[in-house]
């Protein structure tokens, strides 16, 4: 498995922006799909965006489509989720993801998961 830590979170207000980043240990990190989830207080972890491992497949949840980047670098072992026009339903602890099932959205498809970061958004 990976190891994974995320950073970049804090508060910005509305309409802001953040970066996201995801540093991954160990050699393997090029072989995983990578995904990017949130959950906010009192509710379930939802799926954000995930990032095929060779790049070609990009997909996002209708919430944050047309917000939300993500990118990665296999050469720095790192994916980066960029969040535009952010919103106050936007806040929530941002996860990152490894795991090896293409295109997956669901949580339990992904064996690693690091600590989180929150994200907060003011009005």
């Known amino acids: 498995q990976v190891q994974l830590v995320e950073s970049g979170g804090g508060l910005v207000q509305a309409g802001g922006s953040l970066r996201l980043s995801c540093a991954a240990s160990g050699r393997t990190f090029s072989t995983y799909g990578m995904g990017w989830f949130r959950q906010a207080p009192g509710k379930e972890r939802e799926f954000v965006g995930g990032i095929s491992r060779n790049f070609g497949y990009i997909y996002y949840a209708d919430s944050v489509k047309g917000r939300f980047t993500i990118s990665r670098d296999n050469a720095k072992n790192t994916v980066y989720l960029q969040m535009n026009s952010l919103k106050p339903e936007d806040t929530a602890i941002y996860y990152c993801?490894?795991?090896?099932?293409?295109?997956?959205?669901?949580?339990?498809?992904?064996?690693?998961w690091g600590q989180g970061t929150q994200v907060t958004v003011s009005s």
């Open positions: 993801a490894a795991g090896a099932v293409h295109g997956s959205k669901y949580p339990e498809d992904f064996a690693s």
